[in-house]
T-cell receptor, first 114, second 113 residues
Framework: GAGVSQSPSNKVTEKGKDVELRCDPI?????LYWYRQSLGQGLEFLIY????????KSGLPSDRFSAERTGGSVSTLTIQRTQQEDSAVYLC????????????FGEGSRLTVL | QQQVKQSPQSLIVQKGGISIINCAYE??????FPWYQQFPGKGPALLIA?????SEKKEGRFTISFNKSAKQFSLHIMDSQPGDSATYFC????????????FGKGTHLIIQP
C-alpha cells in the first residue's frame, strides 16, 4: 500500500512475555520513527532511524525495549518481559530525508499486557 | 521536562464557532511548528505547519498564529464543524527536524451540532 503499515493492529499478551511490533514505512522514506501513545499522555518519542542506524535511542523507556531496521525499510520494535505499564498504542511514522517535520503515521499497534 | 505545553486538554465548541488551541514552547532552537489531527483508531495526520519567519499561516478554515517573542503558537478553526471533532496535537522540531518531533499532550475537541 501507499501508507505506513503496522502489524499487528492489536496484541494482547501476558505479563512477562516478549512482543514484536512491525512497521513497514512508505517506500523511499529514509527516516523512521517510533512513538508511544498512552491515554492522556500524548505522543512519547521512543527512537528514530536514519537508514538502518539509530542516532537517538534516548527515548527508549528501559533496556527491555529495543528496535532494529533492516534494508532501510522494515523496522521491528521488541519489548521483552512485558509489564502492564507497557500497555499503549505504539505508532510508527516515516518521512523523506530532511523533512522530518512531515511525518506520515501508521494506524498503530495497540498492546495490552494482562 | 515538557518542552511543548498544550492547552486546553479538552474543548467543546458549538457548530459554526471558533475553536482555539494554544501551545507554548521552551526551546528557542525549535524552527518548525506543525499541528497534527488524529481521529479515533487512526494515526495522527499533518494538518498545517508554520516556520518562525511568518506570524500567521492560513489554509482554508485552519489558521496558525505564531508569536516568536512569547514562544507561543495557536491553532484557530473557523466555522467549526462536527467533522472537526478529533484530537489535535501541536509539535515542534529543530535543525531540520531529522530527529523527530516533540509533541504536546493533545486537545480533545468536540464540535456540538
Amino acid at each position: 500500500g501507499a501508507g505506513v503499515s503496522q502489524s499487528p493492529s492489536n496484541k494482547v499478551t501476558e505479563k512477562g512475555k516478549d512482543v514484536e511490533l512491525r512497521c513497514d514505512p512508505i517506500s523511499g522514506h529514509t527516516a523512521l520513527y517510533w512513538y508511544r501513545q498512552s491515554l492522556g499522555q500524548g505522543l512519547e518519542f521512543l527512537i528514530y532511524f536514519q537508514g538502518n542506524s539509530a542516532p537517538d535511542k534516548s527515548g527508549l523507556p528501559s533496556d527491555r525495549f529495543s528496535a532494529e531496521r533492516t534494508g532501510g525499510s522494515v523496522s521491528t520494535l521488541t519489548i521483552q518481559r512485558t509489564q502492564q505499564e507497557d500497555s499503549a498504542v505504539y505508532l510508527c511514522a516515516s518521512s523523506r530525508d530532511g523533512q522530518a517535520g512531515e511525518l506520515f503515521f501508521g494506524e498503530g499497534s495497540r498492546l495490552t499486557v494482562l | 521536562q515538557q518542552q511543548v505545553k498544550q492547552s486546553p486538554q479538552s474543548l467543546i465548541v458549538q457548530k459554526g464557532g471558533i475553536s482555539i488551541i494554544n501551545c507554548a514552547y521552551e526551546n528557542t532552537a525549535f524552527d518548525y511548528f506543525p499541528w497534527y489531527q488524529q481521529f479515533p483508531g487512526k494515526g495522527p495526520a499533518l494538518l498545517i505547519a508554520i516556520r518562525p519567519d511568518v506570524s500567521e499561516k492560513k489554509e482554508g478554515r485552519f489558521t496558525i498564529s505564531f508569536n516568536k517573542s512569547a514562544k507561543q503558537f495557536s491553532l484557530h478553526i473557523m466555522d467549526s464543524q462536527p467533522g472537526d471533532s478529533a484530537t489535535y496535537f501541536c509539535a515542534a522540531s529543530k535543525g531540520g527536524g531529522a530527529d523527530g518531533l516533540t509533541f504536546g499532550k493533545g486537545t480533545h475537541l468536540i464540535i456540538q451540532p
